[in-house]
């Protein structure tokens, strides 16, 4: 089992920073692909982020591609989402999921999941 708790949301406005994190419980850590998706009101959860769980490969939505940036500290069992740029359409909650020695862009892929930090962008 692993716990995932989320931090760091918040209002800013548009073109500012965030950086995400997502604590999690256990000591397996290590061996969990991680992943960021948000989701809007009235919208389906959608994938943001990922990465494998040495933190040697990442994925990224297009829409966020060199905007956000997703890294990991094993050694703090915790995961950050780095966002820069920010835009009113990343208005969302946002929610870290773990999936044991996978990841990708499905909700399906993940075992775990965070309660979500909302994060809001003002235009």
């Known amino acids: 089992q692993v716990r995932l708790v989320e931090s760091g949301g918040g209002l800013v406005q548009a073109g500012g920073s965030l950086r995400l994190s997502c604590a999690a419980s256990?000591?397996?850590?290590?061996?969990?692909?991680m992943g960021w998706f948000r989701q809007a009101p009235g919208k389906e959860r959608e994938f943001v982020a990922a990465i494998s769980w040495s933190g040697g490969t990442t994925t990224y939505a297009d829409s966020v591609k060199g905007r956000f940036t997703i890294s990991r500290d094993n050694a703090k069992s915790t995961v950050y989402l780095q966002m820069n740029s920010l835009k009113a359409e990343d208005t969302a909650v946002y929610y870290c999921a773990a999936g044991q020695r996978k990841y990708g862009y499905s909700v399906r892929v993940y075992d775990f999941w965070g309660q979500g930090t909302q994060v809001t962008v003002s235009s």
């Open positions: 256990g000591r397996t850590f290590s061996s969990y692909g």
